[in-house]
């Protein structure tokens, strides 16, 4: 069967940075400490005025089409991921298609758009969506591009405005890909949940402890289900586990979670047992009470054991590195988790060829969903071409009276009219709603 996968990726952050200890706690009247130790967050991305989800989209398509010397007729599927819509029938990827083909001489009538809808799991479903397109034969030999775009913002206040971020990522799913080939085995775990929604209304309302829960439950759920097709897993058995990042500090918890689950009835928990004891059981307990409070101990324990560092260290650890720095890019989130494993892999000089990725997405709502990919012999080149350092190195650092006036800009309950901080550089700019123009 041929491999299909991620061929090509390419990350466009908004232009504004927000320091998040330096500028944002000392305003909240907060311990810096929170973002840097708790969240794990050092700074989030925003737009600034003249960037929204169909700029970066197709900014970041763009490159990605001009490094692999695509032409509009190499594409045959365009989906947008994103929860950030502000059309409820025309579908975002029309619109960036619209912008692409402003500086292309081809166009794309014959490609399928569509727009995919579930909180952060959506880039994952539409690479899905792409990937069965391609597997039954449908795509006369032209890939697919996935866009995942959003502006994470939360109302001013509100606990979720710790951890905002804006950006879009961009994936060319194809034949023989050069990055990863992805699985055929997914396991998912998925709920009707109402810790996070935006219905009608632009930001979201969310229960911020139950929706960390909730993200801990479905993905536990869906690491399960994965087993129940693939076989147990075991932590050695991946180089990285990227996981949806809403900020660093979440992980930290899904790390934790995963690592616990694959090691039992493993040796690597026989070795354990003589630090810490072996995990309770439930049948063990006849009170459910007693049961947690002794699972909660044990994971205590185990977080301080230095093979569980190592591990996490290793593998979960570096993929956190974009995030800390730009915050929850929503639907792009767990694939700039991806693009950062693989960045820490070729930093590192590791031959990743050939090796894991367990990759954990999430969307509130809510669903989790897991599942294996090889990395491919293109990987390494493909990962130097991204320009993600460039990127952030040239964010303009905000100040707390700036961040709220850009707050406002991209709140549409609030008229607005608010300079631009940087100068677009042969980019695609917002014009009004409709139309999006591009501007040298
Ligand atoms: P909060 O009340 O701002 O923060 O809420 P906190 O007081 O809970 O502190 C956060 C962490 O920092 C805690 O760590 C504190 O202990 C620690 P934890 O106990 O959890 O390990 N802390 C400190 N550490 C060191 N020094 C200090 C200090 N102070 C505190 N001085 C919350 C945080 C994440 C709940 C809030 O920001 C929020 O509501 N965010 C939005 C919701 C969210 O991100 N949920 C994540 C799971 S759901 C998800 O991932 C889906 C999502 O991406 C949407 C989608 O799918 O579409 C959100």
């Given at each position: 069967m041929t491999a299909v996968g991620i061929d090509a990726i390419e990350i466009r952050t908004g232009r504004l940075k927000l320091d998040l200890p330096g500028t944002f706690a000392p305003e909240q009247g907060e311990d810096p400490e929170k973002y840097t130790k708790g969240l794990g967050l050092h700074a989030s991305s925003f737009p600034d005025s003249y960037e929204d989800i169909v700029t970066m989209g197709a900014n970041a398509a763009h490159r990605l089409m001009e490094r692999k010397g695509l032409e509009p007729e190499d594409i045959g599927r365009i989906d947008v991921a994103t929860e950030s819509a502000f059309d409820n029938s025309k579908p975002v990827s029309t619109y960036i298609a619209g912008c692409l083909e402003q500086v292309y001489d081809g166009d794309f009538h014959h490609a399928n758009k569509g727009e995919r809808k579930f909180a952060c799991v959506a880039a994952t479903q539409a690479v899905d969506d792409a990937y069965n397109w391609i597997r039954a034969g449908r795509n006369r030999g032209r890939a697919a591009l996935v866009i995942a775009t959003d502006t994470a913002l939360y109302a001013r206040d509100d606990p979720g405005e710790a951890t905002q971020g804006a950006g879009a990522v961009a994936m060319l799913i194809d034949e023989d890909p050069s990055v990863v080939e992805i699985s055929t085995e997914q396991g998912y775990g998925s709920a009707d949940e109402t810790d996070f929604l935006k219905p009608q209304q632009q930001f979201p309302s969310v229960d911020g402890k139950r929706s960390m829960q909730v993200y801990l439950a479905r993905m536990r759920e869906a690491l399960e289900d994965f087993e129940h097709l693939s076989g147990d897993t075991h932590p050695d058995d991946y180089a990285y586990i990227p996981f949806h990042t809403p900020f660093p500090g979440m992980v930290r918890k899904a790390g934790l979670l995963?690592?616990?689950?694959?090691?039992?009835?493993?040796?690597?928990?026989?070795?354990?047992?003589?630090?810490?004891?072996?995990?309770?059981?439930?049948?063990?307990?006849?009170?459910?009470?007693?049961?947690?409070?002794?699972?909660?101990?044990?994971?205590?324990?185990?977080?301080?054991?230095?093979?569980?560092?190592?591990?996490?260290?290793?593998?979960?650890?570096?993929?956190?590195?974009?995030?800390?720095?730009?915050?929850?890019?929503?639907?792009?989130?767990?694939?700039?988790?991806?693009?950062?494993?693989?960045?820490?892999?070729?930093?590192?000089?590791?031959?990743?060829t050939g090796q894991e990725l367990l990759v954990g997405s999430y969307g509130s709502g809510a669903q989790a969903e897991i599942h294996a990919e090889t990395v491919q012999e293109g990987w390494r080149e493909e990962i130097e071409a991204m320009n993600v350092d460039e990127q952030l190195d040239r964010r303009y650092d905000i100040s707390f009276e700036e961040y709220e006036e850009i707050h406002d800009a991209h709140n549409h309950d609030v008229d607005s009219d608010v300079e631009e901080l940087t100068t677009p550089e042969n980019e695609f700019v917002f014009d009004g709603w409709g139309r999006m123009g591009e501007r040298k």
């Open positions: 995963g690592y616990r689950h694959m090691i039992r009835d493993t040796g690597v928990e026989d070795e354990l047992a003589e630090e810490i004891g072996r995990q309770p059981r439930r049948e063990a307990f006849d009170d459910e009470e007693a049961y947690q409070e002794a699972i909660r101990e044990y994971v205590d324990a185990l977080a301080e054991t230095e093979r569980y560092q190592e591990w996490y260290g290793n593998t979960v650890e570096p993929t956190l590195s974009i995030s800390r720095e730009v915050g929850n890019w929503y639907t792009g989130s767990v694939h700039i988790a991806r693009a950062s494993a693989l960045r820490d892999a070729d930093e590192k000089d590791i031959d990743l």
